[in-house]
């Protein structure tokens, strides 16, 4: 995993491109506290206390810190589309 900083709150955050389709992230304490969205009063799947399960600014930063190559992407490759027979 890597360290990566939000640009909006400045949380840092351990992070892990393995493809373009899949990131895993590690969130600490800190990084809690400074985020605007991870654990604001209105949940992502609108159940009550429920925390977000990401932020959208932190998810913009690792998607142009892996275009510039700041972040490693571990498989390059696009996930296949499926065929569908009709």
């Given at each position: 995993?890597?360290?990566?900083?939000?640009?909006?709150?400045s949380?840092?955050?351990?992070?892990?491109?393995?493809?373009?389709?899949?990131?895993?992230?590690?969130?600490?304490?800190?990084?809690?506290?400074?985020?605007?969205?991870?654990?604001?009063?209105?949940?992502?799947?609108?159940?009550?206390?429920?925390?977000?399960?990401?932020?959208?600014?932190?998810?913009?930063?690792?998607?142009?810190?892996a275009?510039?190559?700041?972040?490693?992407?571990?498989?390059?490759?696009?996930?296949?589309?499926?065929?569908?027979?009709?």
């Amino acid at each position: 995993m890597q360290p990566l900083q939000c640009s909006k709150c400045s949380a840092q955050v351990l992070v892990a491109k393995n493809s373009w389709e899949h990131t895993s992230i590690q969130w600490d304490e800190a990084a809690r506290a400074l985020c605007h969205e991870i654990d604001s009063d209105v949940p992502d799947d609108g159940r009550l206390g429920a925390p977000n399960r990401g932020c959208h600014a932190l998810n913009a930063c690792i998607v142009d810190a892996a275009v510039r190559g700041d972040i490693d992407v571990t498989d390059t490759d696009p996930v296949p589309t499926p065929i569908v027979l009709d």
